[in-house]
């Protein structure tokens, strides 16, 4: 009988290897990014936790950013768990939702945006009228960023109680 040479499993993807690399425990096949670093950029270290990444416009590993997220929202996900009886997991879905900024006018997730500078997107036809409305109030009329957020709002407020098809 002849002696067969068992081969181990590459737990990264799965398939089977004549040996796994001792530095990552994966075939080498997943083991030479990692190592050797991606055609894709630089090669970067975590500052938390050492660990090697390639950046694409982050400044941390996704196992960093994710705890940092929690630290940072602890007490939301704490008042999600306590007011709303949700699971850990629905919680911590609940919070990043509640993060995400949002139309003003129509409540479409805007994707590139920040907080405090975009208020609109660009989708319907009402929502470029707010956005038009407010550019008008603060680069033409000179009114204060605030001031003019508001008038919008309102003018927006004022066309939903006027228009019949909104409250369906």
Not at 47 to 67: A, D, L, S, V
Not at 82 to 98: F, M, R, V
Request: hydrophobic content about 30%; charged content about 30%; some cysteine.
């Amino acid at each position: 009988m002849a002696k067969q040479q068992v081969q181990d499993v590459c737990p990264n993807c799965g398939d089977f290897t004549d040996y796994l690399v001792n530095e990552t425990g994966w075939c080498f096949k997943c083991s030479a990014p990692e190592l050797l670093g991606n055609d894709e950029g630089e090669v970067k270290v975590c500052p938390g936790c050492n660990k090697r990444f390639i950046p694409k416009n982050i400044r941390i590993c996704r196992t960093c950013r994710k705890t940092e997220f929690l630290e940072k929202n602890a007490d939301e996900i704490d008042r999600q768990l306590a007011d709303s009886n949700l699971s850990l997991p629905k919680a911590i879905e609940a919070t990043k939702q509640s993060k995400i900024t949002k139309c003003l006018c129509c409540g479409a997730p805007l994707k590139p945006a920040t907080r405090g500078t975009a208020y609109f997107c660009a989708r319907k036809t009402k929502c470029r009228t707010a956005y038009n409305k407010l550019h008008r109030y603060i680069y033409i009329l000179h009114k204060p960023r605030d001031e003019a957020l508001k008038l919008v709002l309102e003018g927006l407020n004022e066309n939903n109680r006027a228009d019949p098809q909104t409250e369906l």
